[in-house]
C-alpha cells in the first residue's frame, strides 16, 4: 500500500510525465504502456507521452484508439517504465546523464529485472505486467471501462499464450472473468489480435522451411533475405516460436532472428533448463521457461554458441 501512495504522489508532483515500453514490444508490454497511460491521465487529466523504441506492430494498433506512441524523446522529469527488465531495454544506446535526477517507476514480473529506479513494483508471480497494473486500478479504485478492459486483456492473453502457458494462474484467469464481465468479447477481441498480413504468413513458411531439431533441441532462423522477399517486417514474426513448442519430443526451442548489427534469439523450455539463466550470462534475460536475449554476432556464429550453452545445460540436468 505504501507504494501505491508514492506511485500517486509521484505522478501527482511530476510535470512531463513518459511511459515507456521495450524495443521490439508485445502484447503485454504495449497493453501495459497504455494501461499506465489510462492511470496518469487519470490522476493529470492530460495525457503523458507514449515511448517505444521501435514501432508498433500493426496487428496491436486497434488497441491505440487516441493514442500514439512516440520513437524519439525530449525532456521529461518521471518515467514510468512497463515490462522491461532493465533500463537498455528502453533505450538501447541509453545515456545516463540524460537519466540524472529523473523520477524512475519501474512496474515488472520479470525475473531478471535489476531493479532500476526509485520506485519499484515488481512482481515476479504475475502473469503479466498487466495484471500488476490491473490490481494496481482495483486498489486505488479506479473504474475500467470496456476500452481499457480490452488492452487489459488483450495484454494478459497474449502473454499467457491465450492462457495455456504455465504462467496461467488463478488470478490470470479470475482477471479475464472480471473483464468480460466488463464488456470483453473474447472471440472478436482475439481474431483482431492474432490477424496477420499476406506478406507475414508467406514469411512464416519460410522461416518453417529451416526447422531442425537436435537432441531435443529445435532450431529455427529467420533471415533479412526473407523479409525482403516477403515483404514483411520482423515484427511479423512474433509468436513463430510456438510452432517449435508444438513439435513432439521437443524440451527446448531456439528461435534466431538475423538483424542489421546483431542477432536476436528467443528461447522457450518445458523446464529441463532455466532459459533466464541462460540468457542472463549473454546480457538477456526473463523467466525460466522463456526468455531472450541479442548478441553482437552472425546468426551463424551465434546459434552454434547457443546451442552448445543449450546442449550442456540438457546434458548436466539429465
Known amino acids: 500500500m505504501r507504494s501505491l501512495k508514492k506511485l500517486v504522489t509521484t505522478i501527482a508532483n511530476s510535470k512531463k510525465i513518459v511511459v515507456a515500453t521495450h524495443r521490439d514490444p508485445d502484447g503485454d508490454g504495449i497493453a501495459a504502456a497504455l494501461a499506465c497511460a489510462h492511470l496518469i491521465k487519470y490522476y493529470k487529466h492530460r495525457k503523458p507521452l ?3 523504441h521501435s514501432k508498433i506492430p500493426l496487428r496491436y494498433q486497434f488497441l491505440l484508439h487516441d493514442w ?7 525532456d521529461f522529469d518521471l518515467l514510468v517504465a512497463v515490462d522491461s527488465a532493465g533500463i537498455s531495454r528502453i533505450f538501447p544506446r541509453v545515456n545516463e546523464d540524460k537519466l540524472a535526477g529523473k523520477a524512475i517507476i519501474n512496474i515488472d514480473h520479470h525475473r531478471s529485472n535489476n531493479s532500476f529506479g526509485a520506485l519499484r513494483i515488481i512482481d515476479e508471480s504475475a502473469s503479466s505486467a498487466c495484471e500488476i497494473i490491473y490490481f494496481i486500478f482495483k486498489s486505488l479504485k479506479i473504474k475500467i471501462d470496456k476500452p481499457l478492459a480490452e488492452i487489459f486483456y488483450c495484454g494478459i492473453y497474449n502473454e499467457t499464450g491465450g492462457f495455456i502457458y504455465p504462467n496461467t494462474t488463478k488470478e490470470a484467469l479470475q482477471i479475464a472473468s472480471e473483464l468480460v464481465g466488463l464488456g470483453v468479447q473474447p472471440g472478436s477481441l482475439v481474431k483482431q489480435m492474432n490477424t496477420k498480413t499476406l506478406c507475414g504468413t508467406k514469411l ?3 522461416v518453417l522451411g529451416t526447422i531442425e531439431v537436435k537432441d531435443g533441441v529445435a532450431i529455427m532462423c529467420l533471415f533479412q533475405d526473407m523479409l525482403k522477399h516477403s515483404s514483411a517486417e520482423m515484427s511479423d514474426s512474433e509468436n513463430f516460436i510456438s ?14 532472428r538475423e538483424e542489421k548489427n546483431d542477432t536476436r534469439i528467443s ?3 518445458d523446464g529441463i533448463i532455466d532459459v533466464d539463466k541462460l540468457a542472463r550470462q549473454y546480457g538477456g534475460g526473463g523467466h525460466r521457461l522463456a ?4 548478441l553482437r554476432k552472425d546468426i551463424h556464429t551465434a546459434k552454434k ?3 552448445k550453452a543449450i546442449l550442456h545445460g540438457i546434458k548436466k540436468n539429465s
Not at 500514439?68 to 525530449?74: I, L, M
Not at 526468455?291 to 541479442?294: S, T, V
Open 50 to 52: 507514449l515511448f517505444c
Open 267 to 269: 528461447l522457450r523450455s
Open 68 to 74: 500514439q506512441f512516440t520513437r524519439k524523446v525530449g
Open 305 to 307: 554458441e547457443i546451442l
Open 204 to 206: 512464416l513458411t519460410k
Open 291 to 294: 526468455a531472450g536475449l541479442r
Open 243 to 256: 510452432f517449435l513448442q508444438a513439435i513432439k519430443g521437443v524440451r527446448v526451442s531456439l528461435f534466431l
